[in-house]
Each structure stands twice: as C-alpha cells, then as structure tokens.
T-cell receptor
Framework: EAGVTQSPTHLIKTRGQQATLRCSPI?????VYWYQQALGLGLQFLLW???????NRGNFPPRFSGRQFPNYSSELNVNALELEDSALYLC??????????????FGPGTRLTVL | RKEVEQDPGPFNVPEGATVAFNCTYS??????FFWYRQDCRKEPKLLMS???SGNEDGRFTAQLNRASQYISLLIRDSKLSDSATYLC??????????FGDGTTLTVKP
C-alpha cells in the first residue's frame, strides 16, 4: 500500500513569489494535515482538512492557505514568500472522522527554500 | 510556557542501556498522545500510541500520567539504530496537535 506522497521534493523560490505544495494521502484516508518544520525547530501545525473542508488552522498568517480536493489530495499555498518561510513542509494523513485524535502518517516532505 | 515540553538532550548512551524520556503537557483536556521517531532530514514515523494503561512494543514502553500531565517513553537494550530524535505529540481537545521539539538520542557502540 502506498504511503503519503508529496511533491515536489524540493522547491526554490524568491521572496514575494508564491509556492504550491501537493500531498496525496494514504488510500482510504480522508484527513490531511500540514506542518512546517523550520531547521532545528519542532513541527508547527498549519492546517487540517477533512472531507474537503478546512477544520482547523494553526497560528500562521492568512498567506498560508490550502484546499482539499474531492479525491482527498491537498494543496498548500504560500503567498508573498518570506525568507523565514524556508522549511520542511510535512503532510500527514489519517482515517479521519475523529479529528486530530487519529493516528497520523507522514509523507517525506517538501523542502522549500526562499532566496 | 510551551504547551508541550521535552528535554532536548542529547542523550548519549552505550548500546544495551535503558533510557527514558519524558514529555510534559500543559492542557489537562488533552485527548490523545503519541510518540514519533524522526531521523535526520526525514519525516516523522509513528512509534506508538500512549495510553493510561501503558503500551509496550518490544523494547519500547510508553506511559501516560494524566495526574502529573506527562508521557514517557522507555527504551530497553538500546541499539545503534535507535539513534534518532523522538517527538511526543499531544492532541488537544480543541482539535490541534502539538508536537514537542524532540529529544535527541545517540546510542554509541
């Protein structure tokens, strides 16, 4: 069974540009979570989608947004990129339904570098 | 005060040693707890869930102490391959998951 997949693996952008990151959950999972992990720091919760709806978001500005598609895949968009947005962006999926109490399985991440 | 706190370490132990990590959380309404393992520049991988009754998986034992608001992870007979960063995760009642910053373990020959 395929795990969580993310694309691209690496992404290099300049300040002010927009970045789009993609995530495909494990088959049968309806919940997708996004996290930011800056170098040397812990994981910071960004967004949670379930059944196509945004259910919760962390303490990030509105320029971090996303969506979940009918096939449960998800996109994370970061507008007006800033240098400090450089980080590993991790997507996780879970069966859904119980909220964040579900066990989450992580994808390999997208490493975003903002120059 | 952080919502979830872990001793960052590093913990440097010889092979075969027993090592324990704690993770404290501030919100008594927290619902679910997990331990993940993260290798350098890789994604976190689920290690085990944590229950009040304790949870054992081979050399690994996880425990939840709701009264004192901490979870623990015990690793017995440490192997070189156990070297990693161990992250605790606390799922809050409000539906947000909070990760600790991780505890780094290095097992040496």
């Amino acid at each position: 069974e395929a795990g969580v997949t993310q694309s691209p693996t690496h992404l290099i952008k300049t300040r002010g540009q927009q970045a789009t990151l993609r995530c495909s959950p494990i088959s049968g999972h309806t919940s997708v979570y996004w996290y930011q992990q800056a170098l040397g720091l812990g994981l910071q919760f960004l967004l949670w989608y379930d059944e196509g709806e945004e259910r919760n978001r962390g303490n990030f500005p509105p320029r971090f947004s996303g969506r979940q598609f009918p096939n449960y895949s998800s996109e994370l968009n970061v507008n007006a990129l800033e240098l400090e947005d450089s980080a590993l962006y991790l997507c996780a999926s879970s069966l859904g339904g119980r909220g964040l109490g579900d066990t989450q399985y992580f994808g390999p991440g997208t490493r975003l570098t903002v120059l | 005060r952080k919502e979830v706190e872990q001793d960052p370490g590093p913990f440097n132990v010889p092979e075969g040693a027993t090592v324990a990590f704690n993770c404290t959380y501030s919100n008594s309404a927290s619902q679910s707890f997990f331990w993940y393992r993260q290798d350098c520049r890789k994604e976190p991988k689920l290690l085990m869930s944590v229950y009040s009754s304790g949870n054992e998986d081979g050399r690994f034992t996880a425990q939840l102490n709701r009264a004192s608001q901490y979870i623990s992870l015990l690793i017995r007979d440490s192997k070189l391959s156990d070297s990693a960063t161990y992250l605790c995760v606390v799922i809050l009642n409000a539906g947000k998951s909070t990760f600790g910053d991780g505890t780094t373990l290095t097992v040496k020959p």
